[in-house]
């Protein structure tokens, strides 16, 4: 009996603790699917056919099998040169299955990831890029801090008061 006992625990736990993880999971979407999740999140599943790089730098990964013409193909995964010490080599991937996570955007007439650390190619996020609008004028040096906030400025706006009002 207590045997029967440690059977149904060891068997249920094991139950919940794979539902928990599946729970806890993200779905990974296959590439023809990415252009329904633009600026989302998301992991997107593909087969790299061959990786290209250009004279710039560019590196892509052609996630359209040969046969699909480039017109046809709605998908792509990019690599910046600036990205390509986080990213490392991308020969390799050549003939594998992937799996990536980011974000979706929108390139032209198709939908693409920015493959910007290898981190994304084990369900990491991509790497941070502040945004550059919000930075202007911010030095450490200075004090000051990134961004205007009219109520911290002095002078302007003054608050009427109420005072000896009856």
Do not use: W
């Amino acid at each position: 009996m207590r045997r029967k006992m440690i059977l149904c625990l060891a068997f249920g736990g094991s139950v919940v603790s794979t539902l928990t993880s599946m729970a806890g999971e993200r779905p990974c979407y296959e590439s023809a699917e990415a252009g329904q999740h633009l600026n989302q999140d998301v992991c997107i599943r593909a087969h790299v056919y061959d990786v290209v790089e250009l004279a710039d730098g560019t590196r892509f990964l052609d996630v359209c099998s040969p046969e699909t013409t480039d017109a046809a193909c709605h998908f792509t995964i990019v690599s910046l040169r600036q990205d390509r010490k986080g990213v490392g080599a991308l020969d390799p991937l050549h003939g594998q299955e992937i799996e990536i996570r980011g974000t979706v955007h929108s390139f032209a007439d198709r939908s693409g990831i920015v493959l910007s650390d290898v981190r994304q190619l084990h369900g990491g996020a991509e790497k941070f890029r502040p945004n550059p609008a919000l930075l202007k004028g911010f030095s450490a040096e200075d004090g000051k801090t990134a961004f205007e906030d009219p109520a911290f400025r002095s002078g302007g706006h003054h608050h009427k008061t109420n005072a000896g009002v009856p």
